[in-house]
């Protein structure tokens, strides 16, 4: 009896300390993220002034290099890593016909680019691609890109958006989630309702797998899409961050050729031109990348939309909020990885400031603001101490981000 119980218990620990160890392998295998995502589609050439061109990408503040138009063969790719290292830039780099075992390594390479927009039929042979790339390059992300939710059953292979991106998180086992989307701003077409609904979405399925979401946005006109105001930029960034994005992705860096693309609008044009979104994507990036650390460490936990003509106080009864006036606002609520609550207040208008009276929960003195500036926590400051209550500035589609103390 004695003998049978020993052995059960050695049993037990084995089996214990083989879960273990396939635990811990596993997570080795997959990627993690560690830096706030902000890139691009299309890099630029690898021609003689490659050297350059990613001066200029650091200088905007981007953070990751997807590559796969301007460095599309070994040696560029190779080109490409070594002015990423040390520019301090993260790069998905083309696979250019190579095999797995083939793939390039260092420290600058966070993955490989797959697939953009596959359908639901393409999700067996995308799980092959990425079992395999895994296996001979634990740690590097396999990075596939999906469709909006405008896109139509033939193109999804599914009946819902909702159960395409089940089906792929769910088939394809992939260690972050990412999609397009390009809202309409017009006065004829305002399309951010969908938008908000397509983020939805990628949330739900990120919060269920415990993986990243990333998407891309507007910044260009081609097709039937306009061409974004800086404050708009703002908007599509600020309500991708409000539904716990750890990505941020321009649509495009360098301008494509092509019939979609004849105006030649995107960050840089097609002859290597910096546009007016250059110093746009620069200042907007600087901000984010010194918000990102924080918002690494978020864990979102409610999305709430409030309208002019909407009780602020009903919609936000579950929040850390106990008082905002009347307004356009996105608030995004999260839990920071030591506990505290965080809040993103988010002016939902691109074409007016808003200046919101505010109260949390809690004493203000127990409220620290992330400051853009430095990434710094720091004080709340009331922007308007003559007036009675307390007063946040907000920019058009901006945000800002607070972090509370205590329950």
């Not at 697939?115 to 001979?136: C, H, K, M, W, Y």
């Not at 708009?232 to 960034?237: A, E, G, K, T, Y």
């Not at 936000?316 to 909020?321: A, G, H, K, Q, R």
């Not at 988010?346 to 074409?351: E, I, L, R, W």
């Amino acid at each position: 009896m004695k003998m049978n119980t020993l052995r059960s218990i050695a049993f037990g620990i084995i089996v214990a300390l083989g879960s273990q160890w396939a635990n811990a392998a596993n997570q080795q295998a997959t990627f993690v993220q560690d830096v706030f995502a902000i890139g691009f589609w299309v890099d630029p050439p690898a021609d003689e002034h490659m050297d350059q061109h990613y001066t200029d990408i650091a200088a905007a503040h981007f953070t990751v290099v997807i590559g796969g138009f301007g460095a599309n063969t070994p040696d560029t790719v190779q080109r490409q890593l070594r002015l990423c290292e040390q520019y301090g830039l993260k790069a998905i780099v083309s696979r250019t016909g190579l095999s797995p075992a083939q793939l390039p390594q260092g420290p600058a390479v966070w993955g490989y680019t797959i697939r953009d927009e596959p359908s639901a039929q393409d999700f067996p042979g995308l799980r092959d691609t990425v079992a395999a790339i895994r296996q001979a390059r634990p740690g590097r992300l396999s990075y596939i890109n999906l469709f909006p939710n405008y896109a139509n059953q033939a193109q999804l292979g599914t009946e819902t958006y909702d159960e395409h991106i089940k089906r792929f998180v769910e088939e394809v086992d992939v260690d972050v989630l990412s999609m397009d989307h390009y809202p309409m701003m017009t006065p004829d077409s305002d399309t951010r309702t969908r938008y908000c609904s397509n983020l939805d979405v990628m949330r739900k399925y990120s919060l269920l797998r415990n993986i990243p979401f990333w998407d891309f946005f507007n910044t260009m006109p081609f097709g039937p899409h306009f061409d974004p105001t800086e404050a708009q930029l703002r908007w599509q960034i600020y309500t991708s961050l409000a539904y716990g994005a750890k990505g941020v992705l321009y649509f495009c860096y360098w301008t494509p050729r092509g019939g979609e693309f004849p105006k030649g609008g995107a960050i840089i044009t097609a002859e290597g031109r910096k546009t007016r979104h250059y110093e746009e994507a620069r200042r907007i990036n600087q901000d984010i990348k010194n918000l990102g650390p924080a918002l690494m460490k978020l864990t979102s936990t409610g999305v709430y939309r409030v309208t002019p003509d909407q009780d602020t106080n009903e919609i936000l009864n579950e929040t850390p909020i106990t008082r905002l006036t009347k307004g356009d606002y996105l608030v995004g609520c999260f839990e920071h990885t030591d506990g505290r609550r965080a809040v993103l207040l988010n002016n939902y208008s691109f074409a007016y400031t808003a200046w919101p009276t505010l109260e949390f929960d809690i004493p203000f003195e127990q409220i620290r603001e992330v400051c853009k500036d430095t990434g710094r926590e720091i004080p709340m400051v009331d922007d308007s101490p003559a007036m009675e209550g307390f007063q946040v500035s907000l920019n058009s589609g901006e945000g800002r981000l607070f972090l509370l103390s205590g329950n």
